[in-house]
């Protein structure tokens, strides 16, 4: 039996995420709300703050897609 990296280091990735979210809701709250602020209604530092917000929960979104589609030729007993 071989040791998948990836699915390991996807783990820590995980579990480092659960913590976060565990020890920083409020934290994690105002930032995602700072993604209403990209209006021109706003100072510079709040438009960028809410553009990076906007980026990493589309970064977050990409990263999913591209790890439940992807194969690895798991169905027809390859190795990756």
Do not use: C
């Amino acid at each position: 039996m071989e040791v998948r990296w990836r699915n390991v280091i996807a783990l820590a990735l995980a579990l480092i995420a659960i913590v976060v979210i565990v020890k920083a809701p409020g934290e994690i709250g105002a930032f995602l709300a700072s993604m209403r602020d990209v209006g021109p209604d706003h100072t510079p530092q709040e438009q960028t703050m809410g553009l990076l917000a906007y980026g990493l929960v589309l970064l977050a979104i990409v990263a999913v897609v591209k790890i439940v589609t992807q194969n690895n030729g798991s169905d027809k007993g390859e190795k990756p």
